[in-house]
């Protein structure tokens, strides 16, 4: 998948998306950690996932698999085999990841704080996935896509689609973990809008 006007002949090698795909879902799993210590949720489709888990009494990294399933046709179809592969992939190691750290992690941090670390981590996690070719699915393949196709900042889009999230979740959950929850999927999208450009860099995968 081509995310530049003008890509050079450089490509990342194999071990170098090994890593990047790595260091982006632990990097995703611990904000998400963050978030559960604190009782905070984030937008998209892990938020939804994390959401559904208190009712259903659900892993969420089950729920989160399963729920990303529809959008891998979408990302086949627009975005290519490669591209889906690594999607999928990076989705199954951050599910994982998201169930297993609790087993070696205990974390107590306020909401203030697990948002503001929830953000930076996630959103430096998901930056080295998109530039790997890889997303984690949901709303980030939508996304992508757009920045791809119109031109439209990925961070921004996603960002949009978590306005109506946490919009409708007013009515479900407590005004201020609303709010802190926000602060936490602004700073995440807002860190991808500023850095991931088509115009600055130049690896691809």
């Known amino acids: 998948m081509l995310l530049l006007e003008n890509p050079p002949p450089d490509r990342h ?22 978030l559960r210590a604190s009782g905070l949720f984030t937008g998209q489709i892990a938020g939804l996932a994390l959401v559904l888990g208190e009712p259903t ?13 529809p959008f891998y046709i ?5 975005l290519g085999w490669r591209f889906t592969i690594k999607s999928f ?16 992690l205990n974390v107590e941090v306020s909401p203030p704080l697990a948002a503001a670390l929830f953000g930076v981590c ?3 996690g998901l930056l080295s996935l998109f ?6 699915g949901g ?4 996304a992508l896509w757009l920045q791809d196709t119109r031109g439209i900042k990925a961070g921004w889009t ?3 689609f978590d306005l109506l999230v946490f919009a409708s979740s007013f009515l479900f959950f407590a005004p201020m973990q609303v709010l802190w929850s926000l602060m936490g999927a602004i700073i995440l999208n807002a860190l991808i809008a500023i850095n991931h450009r088509r115009d600055r860099y130049i690896a691809r995968s």
Do not use: C
């Open 13 to 34: 090698t194999l071990w170098e998306d090994v890593h990047g795909i790595l260091v982006g879902t632990t990097l995703v799993a611990l904000g998400i950690q963050f």
């Open 57 to 69: 009494g659900l892993r969420f990294g089950l729920l989160f698999f399963l729920l990303n399933a």
């Open 74 to 78: 979408l990302a086949v179809k627009q």
């Open 89 to 104: 992939i990076s989705v199954a190691l951050m599910s994982s990841m998201v169930d297993l750290l609790p087993l070696g």
């Open 122 to 124: 996630a959103g430096i």
């Open 131 to 136: 530039r790997h070719g890889a997303t984690l």
């Open 139 to 142: 709303v980030g393949i939508v």
């Open 158 to 160: 996603q960002l949009a």
